[in-house]
């Protein structure tokens, strides 16, 4: 199975802060890989598939990169309604694996 | 409007039956693959299962496998996972989402399992 690490696990930030998660794959998963953001009492919500292609109206301060075992999720200027959990998810294979998580608080 | 609406969670006890379903309306069913994924209580997402958009392939997680079952029915627009032999490391939000090419871009909003004596 291809493992998913995330980091930071937390991530304490200000408004306007630019702001980086990483994820790693154990193996290479060519582009095949999603970031999702997750509220509490919330559905998850799709914002980059493909490594980097930003899902419709999802703001642009939104941006992914990376192929093979490295990709990065920013957030160019951290905005009040981004304070949330993010997560990266492989679907290069099955079984499709999501990172554990990285928890974006206010500083 | 794309909506996914799952039903059908509660409360079971350690080695019991549970069927959930996922009603969607909106956008052609059968086009699309949909999957299960899971949230357990202070923990992260978890992916569960996939189905194709014929129902002709089915992929599970090892935590799940042999236990559960995703189906659909494209004719009532509706998904399915029976899930038995439950245990209490089950007890989740289980939610249910399209699969286009492998992303999930609409979901529902969760139905919960309490797998609990």
């Known amino acids: 199975d291809i493992q998913m690490t995330q980091s930071p696990s937390t991530l304490s930030a200000s408004v306007g802060d630019r702001v980086t998660v990483t994820c790693r794959a154990s193996q290479s998963v060519s582009i095949w890989l999603a970031w999702y953001q997750l509220k509490p009492g919330k559905a998850p919500k799709l914002l980059i598939s493909k490594a980097s292609s930003v899902e419709s109206g999802v703001p642009s301060r939104f941006s992914g990169s990376g192929s093979g075992t490295e990709f990065t999720l920013t957030i160019s200027s951290l905005q009040p309604d981004d304070f949330a959990t993010y997560y990266c998810q492989q679907y290069d294979s099955y079984p499709r694996t999501f990172g554990q998580g990285t928890k974006v608080e206010i500083k | 409007e794309v909506r996914l609406l799952e039903s059908g969670g509660g409360l079971v006890q350690p080695g019991g039956s549970l069927r959930l379903s996922c009603a969607v309306s909106?956008?052609?069913?059968?086009?699309?693959?949909m999957s299960w994924v899971r949230q357990a209580p202070g923990r992260g997402l978890e992916w569960v299962s996939t189905?194709?958009?014929?129902?002709?392939?089915?992929y599970y997680a090892d935590s799940v496998k042999g236990r559960f079952t995703t189906s659909r029915d494209n004719s009532r627009n509706r998904l399915f996972v029976q899930m038995s032999s439950l245990r209490a490391e089950d007890t989740a939000i289980y939610y249910c989402?399209?699969?286009?090419?492998?992303?999930?871009?609409?979901w529902g909003q969760g139905s919960l399992v309490t797998v609990s004596s």
């Open positions: 989402a399209t699969d286009s090419g492998g992303s999930s871009s609409a």
């Open positions: 909106g956008f052609t069913f059968s086009n699309y693959g």
């Open positions: 189905i194709s958009g014929s129902g002709g392939n089915t």
